[in-house]
């Protein structure tokens, strides 16, 4: 499986995701991811309205965090997404960052995670027997009053820590690793997981545009605000103190050629999905535009 996908900040307007929707729709990219980023526009809107002029892509949060948002909450927004979208959403699940701007308990984030999916599969399912744990509650008896298009969805789980992908090789179809574009992390990982049948995403801060020159300059600034913290989970890299990480191992950037030999290194390294990440270009409108026209027959689709 090689597929490409397409991941958005929530900074749009309304008529901006629609014309992503369907501009990507028509052109044959796999999925649209959504980020659920503090500060930003909750997934859920932009993924309704996209969900709403679309008839093929697949649509989900990448990712919702059951510290912010409650699981049976969860639930309730991938039930509605799926419904309208015919069948087409997926769940993406994540610790959360920048909580503590929230003044929120982060600590067992696995537990949290954990019990979040338990609580989720048994409410899409429309399962009754309750869920009690160490996070979260869920008493015998609670349901969603309302109908589901399908009674699961495929789970995603978005982490860089081993323990958490290891669990994740128990219970999801998707391991994401946000923020990279190392294919040298790729096997690591799947050492990992533990279990041939996840696929891994990749998925990171994308720049194309005519002069590659530009795009990676532009790619530099966006990444440098948190490549120190990133650059640290990574163990492939084994960095010196004060030696300074390689960008195109955190993020892709260059022109159309350039983006799409990054994106088949990805691919033979064994990543399942490339997720391309916002700003995408000068623009998000024409970033979306060339990979679209550009990239994507490149890469033979």
């Not at 019990?115 to 744990?133: M, N, P, Y």
């Not at 005519?210 to 990133?230: F, S, T």
């Not at 030999?261 to 999905?273: I, K, M, N, P, S």
Request: aromatic residues 6%; negative net charge; contains cysteine.
């Amino acid at each position: 499986m090689r597929e490409l996908g397409l991941g958005l900040l929530t900074d749009l307007e309304p008529a901006d995701y629609e014309w992503i929707a369907r501009r990507v729709d028509d052109a044959g990219i796999d999925v649209l991811s959504v980020f659920h980023d503090l500060l930003y526009q909750p997934a859920i809107g932009p993924l309704l309205l996209m969900a709403r002029v679309t008839e093929r892509v697949r649509l989900g949060p990448a990712a919702l965090n059951p510290f912010t948002l409650h699981p049976y909450e969860i639930a309730g927004q991938t039930a509605m997404l799926d419904r309208v979208s015919g069948g087409r959403a997926y769940l993406g699940l994540a610790k959360g960052a920048w909580l503590d701007r929230l003044g929120l308990d982060e600590e067992r984030p696995l537990a949290a995670l954990r019990e979040a999916v338990e609580i989720v599969t048994k409410l899409l399912a429309g399962d009754e027997s309750g869920v009690e744990g160490e996070r979260f509650r869920l008493a015998p008896g609670t349901a969603l009053a309302y109908e589901r298009e399908r009674q699961r969805v495929p789970l995603l789980i978005g982490t860089w820590g081993r323990r958490t992908v290891t669990w994740a090789g128990t219970v999801a179809d998707e391991l994401k690793l946000g923020g990279s574009a190392n294919p040298d992390l790729i096997p690591v990982v799947r050492d990992w997981l533990g279990n041939p049948d996840v696929a891994i995403v990749t998925g990171c801060v994308t720049v194309v545009d005519e002069d590659g020159n530009w795009a990676r300059e532009r790619v530099r600034a966006k990444v440098a605000p948190y490549l120190d913290v990133v650059a640290k989970l990574d163990p492939t890299l084994e960095l010196r103190p004060g030696q300074e990480p390689s960008l195109d191992r955190f993020a892709i950037a260059g022109t159309p050629e350039e983006v799409a030999a990054r994106v088949e290194e990805l691919w033979a390294a064994g990543a399942a999905r490339v997720e391309l990440g916002t700003p995408q270009g000068r623009t998000t409108r024409e970033g979306v535009e060339l990979i679209c026209s550009r990239v994507l027959p490149l890469l033979g689709r």
